[in-house]
């Protein structure tokens, strides 16, 4: 196959994870095909999705993992972390209690992952700001402590997400070249 893959420098890995309904398959898909949909359902038989950019004049393949609703606790097996250099760590911010279970995501994230991985905290649906449940201080606290990148997105109207994603491949991109 050495033809086809010839122009890709680097194929990184992420995963994205989080409880159910705080949007990661809207985030992928909005990253991924600029698309969004109200009534999403779980992607069945798709494990993963690609985007190829430029970073620093190379060529990069992100390899997105969406859990495809296996968010129950401990369901996530270890093959959805392995080789993973990124992740999304996501929480719906107008559900307290999908934040108050990244603490737990993240142990689980660290427990299976390379010690090395690029963590970006994402506190999704920020178009609902009437309906705010985390403030953005509990959240930036917890990442700072945790040292995580930390965004607010929305899979809905596209803020941050593009950045999101670019600023954890960039910085993967800076650990590996
Ligand atoms: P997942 O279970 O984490 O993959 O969550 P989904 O991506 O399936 O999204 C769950 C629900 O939240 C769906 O009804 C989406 O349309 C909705 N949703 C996802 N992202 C956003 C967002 O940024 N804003 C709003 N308002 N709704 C969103
Ligand atoms: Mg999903």
Redesign the pocket.
Known sequence: YGDFNQKIDYVFKVV?I????????????RFARNE???????TIGVEFQTKTLVIDQKIVKAQIW??A?Q?RYRAVTSAYYRGAVGAML?Y?MTKRQSFDHIARWLDELRGHADKNIVIMLIG?????ASLRAVPIEDAKEFAERENLFFME?????S?NVETAFLTVLTEIYRTVS
């Open positions: 994205l989080g409880d159910s309904a705080v949007g990661k398959s809207q985030l992928l898909a969004f949909s109200v009534d999403s359902k779980a969406d859990t609703g968010e996501v719906d999704n649906k920020c178009d609902l997105t929305s899979a809905l109207d803020t």
